[in-house]
C-alpha cells in the first residue's frame, strides 16, 4: 500500500461573498500562498465560505501505476462496506477498472474492461465516468472513442463520446451508441489533409434537474473556417436515456447549446460557447460535480499553455453560465486527467470536503509521453 504524505501546507481559497460580483485577479502561484477569491452571488449559495486545498499526496507512483491509466476522467462506485470502491478509467485504448481504497486504488484488483459491440472504426474506445441508476441499478459508461486519422499511429486522431450499460453491476459492458460528435466531421479536409487531432473530452457530466448535460469540446465548420468551442454542452432527459439503454438497442437523443436554445443535435450539431471569451489557449472541462454544501456545480478545468498546463476551478449555478475560473493546482510540469471525488455515499456529489486526482508528469514537455514518468496525486478540498 502506498504511503499517503499528510496534509500538513494548505493553499487556501477565501471565497467572500458580497452584494456585487467582484472579480479579483489573483491566482494561486505557489503552494503555502493565501489567495481571495470571490464567489458569484447566487440565490441559494452559502455565504462566507473558505475552502482550503491540500498538498499534494501522491497516491500512484509512475512505476506502480497501471500503464497510460488513468487516461481520462475516472469514474467510481463505492462498496456497501463504505470503504473499497471500483475505479473505472481509460488505460492504453480499453477501460481498466481497479479495486480498493481512495488511498490505493488498485490494492484489491486490476481487471479490463470489454465493451461488447464497439464499431471497427474506432481504434481507441474507453472510458469512464460512471452513472447508477435508482430505479434499476443499470449502470451507465460516458467513453471516449478515436479514430487515427493517420495509422498506424495514435497521433492524430478525431474523438467522439457515446454511453455504454452493464445491467450486472459492471461485470460486463455493451455499448450503447454516439451521443456527442463535433460539427466537423472527420472527413473534412481539417483532418484528412494536415495531421490534426481533436480531443472532445472525456466525459465529463453533471446531474442538472431532469437532464444530464454533458461536457465537451466542439469544432464548428462555417465555410471555409474552422472555429474551436473550448467549452461546450449537450443535454438529453436522464429517464429517456435510460428507457433507450434498458432496451439496449438505441440512445437517447442529445442536444447541443447553441445560441441559447438547445435546439442542435449532438450528432454533427453546432455549439456555442459557455464562456464569455473563448480563449485560445488549451481548455478542456476535466470533471464536473454538484456541491450540495455550496448549492453549485465545480469544475474542474485543465486550462494554460500546452503541455504545461495547470488545474482551474469553474462553478456554476445552472449548468450553463460558468465562472470565477480560478488556478487550483500549478504543479511543475503538466497536470492531466482531474477528478473530483465525493466522500459520501455517492462520489459523483460533493459535500463540505472532497478530493481532486489528477495526473502529473514533469518531463512531459521533452519526451510527449505522461506514462514515463506520471504520477497519480490528490488535494484535499475543504469548504469551511
Not at 450503447?176 to 466525459?203: A, K, M, N
Not at 471555409?224 to 440512445?251: C, H, M, T, W, Y
Request: net charge negative; glycine share 10%.
Amino acid at each position: 500500500m502506498i504511503a499517503v504524505q499528510s496534509v500538513r501546507s494548505e493553499v487556501n481559497l477565501v471565497v467572500a461573498f458580497t452584494s456585487l460580483l467582484l472579480f479579483l485577479n489573483l491566482s494561486l502561484t505557489s503552494c503555502g500562498t493565501l489567495q481571495e477569491v470571490v464567489i458569484a452571488v447566487e440565490q441559494g449559495a452559502r455565504k462566507d465560505s473558505i475552502a482550503s486545498v491540500g498538498s499534494a499526496e501522491p497516491i500512484l507512483m509512475s512505476e506502480r501505476k497501471p500503464y497510460s491509466w488513468p487516461d481520462g476522467t475516472m469514474g467510481l462506485l463505492r462498496g456497501t462496506d463504505g470503504k473499497s470502491y471500483r475505479f473505472f478509467a481509460a488505460s492504453a485504448g480499453f477501460p481498466l477498472m481497479t479495486k480498493g481504497s481512495l488511498d490505493d486504488p488498485i490494492r484489491d484488483e486490476i481487471h479490463e474492461v470489454k465493451i461488447e459491440g464497439v464499431p471497427s472504426r474506432y481504434q481507441y474506445f474507453a472510458g469512464g465516468p460512471i452513472y447508477k441508476s435508482d430505479r434499476s441499478g443499470l449502470l451507465l459508461m460516458f467513453y471516449h472513442a478515436e479514430i487515427y486519422t493517420f495509422p498506424p499511429g495514435y497521433l492524430p486522431f478525431y474523438s467522439e463520446l457515446g454511453l455504454a450499460r452493464s445491467a450486472d453491476g459492471g461485470a460486463t459492458w455493451k455499448d450503447v451508441g454516439l451521443v456527442i460528435t463535433p460539427h466537423t466531421s472527420v472527413t473534412s479536409e481539417y483532418f484528412q489533409t494536415s495531421p490534426r487531432s481533436w480531443d472532445v473530452g472525456w466525459g465529463a457530466y453533471a446531474v442538472v434537474g431532469e437532464y444530464f448535460y454533458l461536457y465537451f469540446k466542439d469544432l464548428l465548420h462555417v465555410g471555409d473556417q474552422f472555429s474551436p468551442v473550448n467549452l461546450a454542452v449537450a443535454r438529453a432527459k436522464i429517464e429517456d436515456v435510460l428507457d433507450a439503454a434498458e432496451k439496449g438497442s438505441e440512445v437517447a437523443r442529445w442536444e447541443k447549446f447553441y445560441q441559447g436554445s438547445w435546439d442542435e443535435p449532438g450528432i454533427g450539431g453546432r455549439s456555442s460557447p459557455l464562456i464569455e471569451k473563448d480563449w485560445d489557449s488549451f481548455i478542456l472541462m476535466s470533471d464536473v460535480a454538484y456541491s450540495s454544501y455550496v448549492n453549485k456545480y465545480i469544475g474542474i478545468v485543465i486550462g494554460g499553455s500546452w503541455p504545461n498546463t495547470d488545474l482551474y476551478w469553474f462553478e456554476s449555478a445552472d449548468g450553463i453560465h460558468w465562472g470565477n475560473y480560478r488556478k487550483l493546482v500549478d504543479d511543475e510540469g503538466h497536470n492531466y486527467y482531474a477528478t473530483l471525488i465525493g466522500l459520501e455515499h455517492n462520489p459523483h456529489r460533493l459535500e463540505r470536503e472532497f478530493f481532486v486526482y489528477y495526473i502529473n508528469s514533469k518531463d512531459y514537455a521533452a519526451t510527449g509521453n505522461r506514462n514515463k514518468d506520471g504520477v497519480l496525486y490528490r488535494r484535499r478540498v475543504t469548504i469551511q
